[in-house]
Nanobody, 123 residues
Framework: QVQLVESGGGLAQAGGSLRLSCAASGGPFSRYTMAWFRQAPGKDREFVTAITWGPNTYYADSVKGRFTISRDNAKNTVYLQMSSLKPEDTAVYYC?????????????????WGQGTQVTVSP
């Protein structure tokens, strides 16, 4: 059983930056594809970015060029560096992990989820 714990959320101004972390335990971290999803109030959970064991990275068009995902296998941690933040980035951000292959943007692909961390971007 893999446990995922996110941290680093908070309040930022538009144009600012935040870095989220997701610490994993209980599984072979280096083999997992790790991803970030987010859910804004009243909206469905949406894919943000994913990083494979390769590592190969994938981004939603809405964050491409502004967000960067990375991983440190020695620390069992995945990071999400968010820059040029916009108010529409406001959401609860979730870390997810999977050993499955498939469409990285599909939430159903992921077996393990963190509890989420709130990111709020003010205008």
């Amino acid at each position: 059983q893999v446990q995922l714990v996110e941290s680093g959320g908070g309040l930022a101004q538009a144009g600012g930056s935040l870095r989220l972390s997701c610490a994993a335990s209980g599984g072979p971290f280096s083999r997992y594809t790790m991803a970030w999803f987010r859910q804004a109030p009243g909206k469905d959970r949406e894919f943000v970015t994913a990083i494979t064991w390769g590592p190969n990275t994938y981004y939603a068009d809405s964050v491409k060029g502004r967000f960067t995902i990375s991983r440190d296998n020695a620390k069992n941690t995945v990071y999400l560096q968010m820059s040029s933040l916009k108010p529409e980035d406001t959401a609860v951000y979730y870390c997810a992990a999977t050993l499955n292959g498939g469409t990285w943007s599909a939430s159903a692909l992921y077996d393990y989820w963190g509890q989420g961390t709130q990111v709020t971007v003010s205008p």
